[in-house]
């Protein structure tokens, strides 16, 4: 299972296949971090330096984040698509296609003015956590999002 989890700041990326349960990211921010909450992440009271701290403790690679340098990334299901926008800008997208064998992430847009930025994970993860909420399978052709759900 994929999720993302957002402040104003941050977004924090959660792979559960990865995660081991050695619990470094409850013990470094037990206000972001709760095993005993659904959902168990939650950034709204937390501090961003000490969940960034915490995530660097996990040792699992379970857990990564990046700073979103106020872009917005939304799921566009009528275009099959995610959309990253700077203001009113489309800067990104992350394109998908329905086939009976599951979702195929075939194409991840990458302007170089915007890289590094971590946009184009937030794009893979909003398709991939759709697809999983709707239970289909999620196929990577797209050599980008094939390296990040590696
Ligand atoms: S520190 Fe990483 S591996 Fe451990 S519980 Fe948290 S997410 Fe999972």
Not at 4 to 25: L, P
Not at 41 to 58: K, M, P, R
Request: hydrophobic content about 30%; glycine content about 6%.
């Amino acid at each position: 299972m994929h999720r993302t989890y957002e402040n104003d700041d941050i977004a924090v990326f959660w792979d559960s296949e990865k995660c081991r349960h050695a619990h470094k990211c409850v013990e470094g921010s037990p206000k972001a971090f709760s095993p005993m909450r659904r959902p168990w992440i939650d950034l709204g009271e937390a501090d961003t330096a000490e969940v960034w701290q915490a995530i660097d403790e996990c040792p699992s690679g379970a857990l990564s984040c990046v700073y979103k340098h106020d872009i917005r990334v939304e799921y566009d299901e009528s275009n099959c698509r995610s959309v990253a926008y700077d203001g009113e800008s489309r800067i990104r997208e992350c394109d998908f296609q329905e086939t009976p064998d599951g979702c195929v992430i075939y194409h991840t847009e990458v302007r170089p003015a915007y890289g590094n930025k971590g946009i184009a994970k937030r794009l893979v993860y909003k398709i991939v956590e759709e697809a999983e909420r709707q239970k289909k399978a999620i196929i990577p052709t797209c050599s980008y999002a094939a390296k990040i759900l590696g």
